[in-house]
């Protein structure tokens, strides 16, 4: 699949470096970024609906604090130029825009459904996903990878037309289950979505409680998803913001223990597609700076185009990485014990270590 899509976050894809006296350095892709047991994705829906303007309004201020990132679900229809600004700049620090169609109306006739949306349901295939898809990209500057149907529901055609339009990922999966390791392309993925408190159907439909799910992910590995609503604002099951910045909290001390990869679901989804897609050549003398190369080739260039940057997990027995380089520009580079984790581009290219 070509995808030619700009993207405006950092991404991350580990590479473990192992070392031994006299031995030739072997490279493997770390699961999720900087030795990440897990990954946890919370997403916002309804963005530009008049009773969910705490994403905009709250939430956003309270994640760019902790610099914790979620995405965002757009119902394109509802959006103003205002709305459309501050969208703009909730992606450009890092947010991300996932499409929640034109109308946010039922995309199926189940009775359920249409009752849900004002006994509505689409009839317009083309401006549900073509022409929303386009409106986000004009007025973000962001062509969106990740659709969200609207109330989890969706039929085979409206998948495949996203397909051809150049989606990695859609919230379309079973709700309440943690996703595995490794979501196929274009992923189907599910999600949890939180209940207001005194909702019945809580009991029957939500599964974790709201920091349960991160601290599952943490213990157990694999792939969970949230979603939810607005944040001190009328939308279905809002937050107070008291209670969402504890919840960021969390998800900013699980990432810097490592324990799990907080990120929106498009950036976890393309790094799985690239994990098992990064090739090495032989690592050899010869650096700028008088380290070792190391050579790569990534099967996904045109989706590594997506993200400026990939994080690689290099370990290395018995001796540490001073410092890394991509071309001459020094890259990031963090070390912990015998780990470092270094960023470089995802294109396939060349960086250097320079050890201790």
Known sequence: METRIRRFVPVALAIALLSA???????????????????????????????????????????????????????????????????RSMAEWGHEPLNHSWSHTCPTEEDWCVASSQRRHWTDLALELDSSTAAIERNVGIRPVTFAFPFDRWLPEQRAALERLGYVADRSGQGGRVNDDEPDLPAHYSADALFPKDDPGRLRFQSFSLDSLPKHVAARGGWATRTMHGVADASWGSLDADEFAAHVRLMSRLRRERKVWSAPPGDVVLYAAMRDRVRFGKAAPGGAHGGMLVKYENELDSLAALRPTLRLSVEVAGRGVKRAWQGDAPAKTVCEGRYCWVEVSPRSGEFELEFE
Not at 60 to 79: L, N, T
């Open 21 to 87: 006296a006299h031995a030739q350095e072997r490279f493997q892709v770390a699961l999720w970024p900087e030795g990440a047991k897990g990954a946890y994705s919370l997403t916002l829906d309804d963005y530009c609906g008049d009773w969910a303007r705490g994403v905009g309004e709250t939430a956003d201020a309270i994640a760019r604090a902790e610099g914790v990132r979620f995405g965002f679900s757009i119902i394109v229809g509802q959006c103003g130029r205002a709305q459309w600004e501050k969208a």
